[in-house]
């Protein structure tokens, strides 16, 4: 009985490892790629659209700006989601907080993060796309 707990208690504390480090991976490339990327975008489209007049062009850096606000907001959520967690006593207490809270915030920043990678030229996105990995396989 006391060797299966043992058990129980690294596979906690390989989730709150694993979970804790994607949280912690997550913001560092939100913060120094994604959200910088976002911003260059913005950056280009304002000055087009001072040039020409276009909704298409309208839309799109409505598309970003928005992306940036909502990237802004879920990242602040999953750094005080973290934050919350290191209060936490106990490896389960952890490890259930982690899977159930920070898990859903890094779904939510991805769905977010991928919606501006399609709107955001190759110029201004510093990551390689999934086009780019597939290609550097074959």
Same mark, same amino acid.
């Given at each position: 009985k006391e060797e299966l707990y043992a058990l129980y208690e690294v596979c906690m504390e390989e989730v709150v490892k694993v979970h804790g480090l994607e949280a912690r991976t997550l913001l560092s490339i939100l913060q120094k790629d994604v959200i910088p990327s976002v911003i260059k975008e913005i950056n280009l489209a304002s000055q087009a659209a001072k040039l020409v007049e276009s909704q298409?062009?309208? &839309?799109?850096?409505? /598309?970003?700006?928005?992306?940036?606000?909502?990237l802004y907001?879920? /990242?602040?959520?999953? /750094? &005080? /989601?973290?934050d919350t967690c290191k209060k936490l006593a106990s490896i389960d207490e952890k490890a259930d907080?982690?899977?159930g809270e920070v898990v859903e915030e890094l779904k939510k920043i991805r769905e977010i993060s991928d919606g501006l990678e399609e709107e955001i030229s190759r110029e201004n996105w510093s990551l390689p796309s999934y086009e780019d990995l597939f290609n550097s396989v074959m």
């Open positions: 298409a062009l309208t &839309s799109h850096l409505e /598309k970003l700006t928005r992306g940036l606000d909502r907001q879920e /990242k602040e959520a999953l /750094k &005080s /989601k973290l907080y982690l899977q």
